[in-house]
């Protein structure tokens, strides 16, 4: 069985500061790992996906997140907030069945 | 190319109601995914169809939730009767390989 959890329900920080949302999941097969973001009353979007290539991926928005099977880990980052990216953000897994798992979400706010 | 359309966008219904939600996936997708995402809380998966088939509906309450994909194209999720803990967002989703989902819209259900 699958499952994915993101450590954070809620992270603040400053405008101009750098984002870390924590996720940690569990795969009995080598797994797909993405990260969706959703604005208010918006769809969902892909921010990016891991699907065993390179280990540290590279998304939109300067998203970006690294694969680490040792810590069985896939944590999302940004080098500098923007007041545009609050919103929630998603960790997802995904298997060979086509199974799409989301864990509860991060809430992510910037000061001014 | 067109997205996943969902309809209606919004719906209020009082409790012991029926309501039913409608889903037309990207053409050419063979897997269709339901989910259901209470507020503040990632979305859970209700049910997954590879073309007419159901893949996997381990978390659809079906005592009272119904979902059918006739032809394999488009999908109906359904409600009767409904309860007020049923009130959230119902995203439908559909991919046609498990890297890449396109999400729905969704539809606002406030039961009261």
């Known amino acids: 069985a699958q499952s994915v959890t993101q450590l954070d329900s809620h992270v603040s920080v400053s405008e101009g500061t750098p984002v870390l949302l924590r996720c940690n999941y569990s795969?009995?097969?080598?797994?797909?790992l993405f990260w969706y973001v959703q604005h208010p009353n918006k769809g969902l979007q892909l921010l990016l996906k891991?699907?065993?290539?390179?280990?540290l991926v590279k998304g939109i928005n300067g998203f970006e997140a690294e694969f680490k099977k040792s810590e069985t880990s896939f944590h999302l980052t940004k080098p500098s907030a923007h007041m545009s990216d609050a919103a929630e953000y998603f960790c997802?897994?995904?298997?060979?069945?086509?199974?799409?798992?989301f864990g509860s979400g991060t809430r992510l706010s910037i000061r001014p | 190319e067109a997205g996943v359309a969902q309809s209606p966008r919004y719906k209020i219904i009082e409790k012991r109601q029926s309501v039913a939600f409608w889903c037309n996936p990207i053409s050419g997708h063979a897997t269709l995914y339901w989910y259901q995402q209470i507020l503040g809380q990632g979305p859970k998966l209700l049910i997954q169809f590879q073309n007419n088939g159901v893949v996997d509906d381990s978390q659809l309450p079906k005592d009272r939730f119904s979902a059918e994909r006739l032809k394999g194209v488009d999908s109906t999720l359904k409600i009767q009767p409904a309860k007020l803990e049923d009130s959230a967002v119902y995203l439908c989703a559909s991919s046609s390989d498990p890297f890449k989902a396109f999400f729905g819209q969704g539809t606002r259900l406030t039961v009261v």
């Open positions: 891991y699907t065993s290539a390179a280990t």
């Open positions: 795969s009995s097969y080598s797994p797909s």
């Open positions: 997802v897994v995904s298997d060979r069945a086509s199974k799409i798992i």
